[in-house]
């Protein structure tokens, strides 16, 4: 039996989450961006090479135009002939290719070592400059200022706060008996190890102040969850209690952790504090409930439940009332994540033998598939809810995918060798 097939048993069981566990191999492929709509409300953008980028590290409009597109808002055009910092756009040529805004920049080394980054925004409509500043950063932090000048171009064109300087987090399996959780940029770059186990790791949640993550770990012989600082590596048991304990979520505030335990029998939803104090039960009967996720307001817990025969998505109020079904139309709905926005779910659907992730309307009900069918699994919403992260496979091996939630763009980040699962997307620290 596979590991992917315990944990699918512990589901059904009432021990544990949907998706599949392992991790990635031992070297990193590159994101690649499949844009999938017809491009018609893509934002037509063109983003210049910076001047003096061949002598730099990092091939910083290159960042910037894969961030851009794979948030699915833009597209790419050719901005004609190259143009400097300092020098007037080519408006007609811009014009022709049909750019709506232009970008252009310049890197400079300093004297002590760093990179000063420059850019400027364009509007190519109204032939004027909208937007300009000035980074100077180490070269280790070059991705990281490329990711921030990639958020202020999309706030600055979309009036929404980007997330492309942000982190996520995964499980990575390097030989049988090496488990990793990896930390790394939001497309997969500079990856470090934040927890090295011999025994299976899965469910991932990020606090949100973005500097602990909780988890559920194998290491003591069953399933526990453990809280961890990422600053600090210091970490300590919350739930390990008799039976299995799982899929720890935070709430908005980070003041409590919902969690599942089987330590009364079958698998019910829990409330404690992150210190593993004031435990009480939030759901009861004799279902099997499990994946527990906030809202964004705090008011509910969206969990999975097999109430009704079969695995479904459900919520309850926090505060206390009666618990409703969410998801309809699909036999099997299981690994629900709220979006930031709160107004839309996220979840898996089986189909046959695959699994397909789809996105729910919370208030029309309309749901909309996100994947093909497929090995798909764990999905979690960028911060400002308009991507989503999720584990897919790839000639049967496990990789990451973002897919953007209008379904117009889709990039994938595969590893060379072994799997990578359970992603889970930080939240944004400004």
């Not at 990896?182 to 470090?192: I, L, T, Y």
């Amino acid at each position: 039996m596979t590991v992917q097939m315990f944990k699918r048993r512990l589901l059904l069981q009432g021990a544990g989450l949907m998706a599949g566990l392992a991790a990635s191999g031992l070297a990193w492929g590159q994101f690649q961006v499949d844009i999938l709509g017809v491009g018609a409300n893509q934002f037509p953008i063109a983003v210049q090479p910076f001047e003096n980028e061949s002598a730099c590290p990092e091939n910083i409009s290159k960042i910037i135009s894969n961030d851009l597109v794979r948030s699915g808002v833009f597209r790419l055009v050719e901005g004609g002939s190259a143009s400097g910092i300092d020098v007037e756009p080519d408006w007609k040529a811009l014009t022709a290719q049909g750019a709506d805004a232009d970008v252009v920049g310049s890197i400079q080394k300093t004297a002590d070592n760093r990179y000063e980054i420059k850019f400027k925004l364009f509007d190519v409509v109204k032939k004027q400059e909208t937007d300009q500043a000035s980074y100077v950063c180490p070269a280790d932090d070059l991705r990281l200022t490329a990711h921030r000048i990639a958020d202020r171009i999309y706030e600055r064109i979309t009036g929404e706060k980007g997330d492309f300087a942000t982190r996520i987090a995964f499980v990575r399996q390097d030989g049988r008996h090496v488990f990793n959780i990896m930390v790394a940029d939001s497309d997969g770059h500079n990856p470090k190890t934040a927890l090295k186990s011999r025994e299976p790791i899965m469910s991932i949640a990020w606090a949100p102040d973005g500097r602990r993550i909780a988890y559920t770990t194998f290491e003591t012989g069953k399933p526990t969850v453990w809280l961890q600082n990422l600053t600090t590596g210091k970490r300590h048991q919350v739930a390990a209690f008799r039976g299995n304990n799982s899929a720890p979520a935070f709430s908005p505030d980070g003041s409590t952790l919902a969690v599942a335990l089987s330590k009364d029998g079958g698998t019910k939803i829990y409330l404690l504090n992150p210190e593993g104090m004031n435990l009480r039960p939030f759901t009861e009967g004799d279902s099997i409930d499990t994946e527990p996720t906030f809202s964004p307001d705090g008011k509910y817990i969206y969990f999975t439940s097999d109430r009704g025969g079969n695995p479904q998505i459900y919520r309850k109020p926090v505060a206390g009332g009666s618990t409703e079904r969410v998801s309809f139309g699909n036999a099997y709905a299981v690994s629900p994540t709220v979006s930031p926005k709160n107004n839309e779910i996220a979840y898996i659907v089986r189909a046959g033998g695959n699994f397909q992730l789809v996105q729910q309307d919370l208030s029309t009900g309309n749901v909309i598939p996100l994947s093909q069918l497929g090995k798909n699994e764990s999905p979690s919403y960028s911060p400002n809810g308009n991507m989503i992260i999720f584990a897919t496979d790839e000639g049967g091996k496990g990789v990451l995918s973002t897919v953007s939630t209008d379904g117009s763009s889709r990039s994938r980040l595969s590893g060379l060798s072994g799997d990578i699962r359970e992603p889970a997307w930080g939240p944004t620290i400004r």
